[in-house]
Nanobody
């Protein structure tokens, strides 16, 4: 059974940091890229960052590059999203998603079939 389980969300003040975790299971991870998306209340789901599991290539949304860092720990089968210099506009439910990697990353949520349930990040001003 394929599962993606997110954790690590919470309430933080503007300028603070959080580390989100995604625990994928039931996948041959070497064939996959893991992506993070977020969805603010009343808005659509937007791409944040992605990482190729086996090669470590990464890709970021412009608005978070330099503040957020995506990484993986192959020994623990975990993917992390380090959120730094958080702003109130970063408040959203953050989801991880998986897709087979064939040389490209995809920003559209419609391209992903495998999703976690999300973890809430709230940034107060």
């Amino acid at each position: 059974q394929v599962q993606l389980v997110e954790s690590g969300g919470g309430l933080v003040q503007a300028g603070g940091s959080l580390r989100l975790s995604c625990a994928p299971s039931g996948l041959t991870l070497s064939n996959y890229a893991i992506s993070w998306f977020r969805q603010a209340r009343g808005k659509g789901r937007e791409f944040v960052a992605a990482i190729q599991w086996s090669g470590g290539r990464t890709y970021y949304e412009d608005s978070v590059e330099g503040r957020f860092i995506i990484s993986s720990d192959n020994t623990k089968n975990m993917v992390y999203l380090q959120l730094n210099s958080l702003e109130p506009e970063d408040t959203a439910v953050y989801y991880c998603a998986a897709r087979p990697y064939r040389g490209s990353f995809y920003r559209s949520p419609e391209m992903y079939d495998l999703w976690g349930r999300g973890t809430q990040v709230t940034v107060s001003s």
